[in-house]
């Protein structure tokens, strides 16, 4: 399963939906200039730009897994959905990021942080039902590394949710780096390539791949793009 934010009207209506289902896990503005003061603790949770990707792989959750299912956020600092999640009534979810400051997340007394690379997790072989990655898999990428955690920590039948930088034809990042790691912006011949890794490890899509895009709603450091969402299925 593959789709593409088209335009800033869906990251808008996204938010909404959240709002609507109290999905949302958002700092809100006061808690928010808060924090940047140094007046609240934690990190700032969510951004609204991740709206429209955050929603998706929320709803994909509660459509298919019940409560007790036990779930993994990769590059849990400041991320909005294992907060979701534990608002949303699930029991298990588990956050890692290689912050240590990923232990001062809210809910921390019902989502169980750990500091670790996700590549290299501390987690038993097939831990999760499902593994959440919001704009992480694109920094830092590397692909067999990735696709052979995600299939040892995945049962069979379980869920690889992943959003990333995206434009179908290719956009070079160059030096560019965040986190010191590098960056890339997939392509669709990028992401087909992903795929077929990822399917060499038991990880197939989860649905059909819609890859065409429309706008480029996405600015940031001198590129424009969009995101892609996609779900792959562990088999077995």
């Known amino acids: 399963m593959l789709e593409v934010l088209r335009n800033t009207q869906e990251i808008r209506l996204a938010r909404a939906r959240l709002r609507e289902t109290a ?48 779930i993994l956020d990769l590059g849990a600092y400041g991320s909005e959905v294992p907060v979701s999640l534990a608002r949303m009534g699930y029991s298990a979810v588990h956050g890692v990021d290689l912050n240590p400051a990923v232990r001062d997340m809210p809910m921390a007394d019902r989502v169980r942080y750990a500091v670790g690379d996700f590549m290299r997790t501390p987690y038993a072989d097939r831990s999760f039902d499902a593994v959440t990655a919001t704009s992480v898999i694109e920094h830092g990428y590397d692909a067999p590394r990735l696709f052979a955690e995600m299939a040892r920590l995945l049962r069979p039948g379980g869920f690889f949710i992943a959003s990333f ?72």
């Not at 795929?195 to 424009?224: E, K, M, N, S, W």
């Open 165 to 236: 930088d995206y434009w179908p034809e290719k956009i070079d990042t160059g030096d560019t780096r965040f986190f010191d790691l590098s960056w890339l912006i997939f392509s669709w011949t990028e992401v087909q390539t992903l795929l077929q890794t990822a399917a060499g490890h038991g990880l197939v899509p989860a649905g059909p791949l819609a890859h065409a895009a429309q706008d480029r709603p996405i600015q940031c450091a001198g590129f424009d793009y969009t995101f892609g969402w996609l779900v792959l299925q562990r088999e077995g």
């Open 23 to 70: 999905r949302s896990g958002i700092d809100g503005p006061l808690r928010r200039w808060l924090k940047r003061r140094g007046l609240a603790r934690g990190p700032l949770v969510g951004d609204d730009l991740k709206s429209w990707d955050v929603e998706r792989s929320l709803a994909f959750i509660a459509e298919r897994l019940p409560k007790d299912a036990p």
